[in-house]
Every structure is written in C-alpha cells, then in structure tokens.
C-alpha cells in the first residue's frame, strides 16, 4: 500500500504531523500521484488548508478544504486511479 492509501482511509492524519513529517509525508503522496499522471496542489492558509488533484492538463479532479481536507481529496484520487470513478485519466 501507498501513503495515499494510509491518508485515504483515515490511518495516518496528516494535521497532527510535525512539519518536517507532513512535508515528507506529502512529496511521497506527489511522487505517487505523478506516477498516475496526476499532481497534488497544496494551498490555503496555515490554519485553513487547501488541496486539490490536477491531472497533466491541470484540471481538477478533486478538491478539498478544511478539517479532514487531505483525507477526502486522497480517497477521490485513490478511486480515480482505481477506476471506481466515472472520470478516467
């Protein structure tokens, strides 16, 4: 299993990390998603963050903000990629 996995179902809370880890935790959550043609976008305020999933086109295939934000936006792409989704890559 992937870290997106881990974040998807709830395992691993990115909110709760220490900076350093957070940091770690999300450029190997990029490297998988660019394996799948996809990019993970991180934004927002420090206390209010924002992420969102762009495809090579830079369309967003998912976005989220928020509590929880990451959670949903790596269960979207994990679907996605798993071609339980209507979108396709």
Known sequence: MSHPHFAAWGVIDIESMERMQRRHFIR??????????????CGGQKRFLDYAVLDDK????????????FQVV?????DIIEGRSEEKK
């Not at 660019?34 to 990019?39: L, N």
């Not at 790596?74 to 994990?78: L, S």
């Open 28 to 41: 190997k959550c990029r490297e998988y998603l660019a394996e799948h043609h996809m990019k993970l976008h």
């Open 58 to 69: 830079d369309t967003r295939l998912a976005q989220a903000s928020g509590e929880r934000a």
């Open 74 to 78: 790596m269960q979207r792409a994990i």
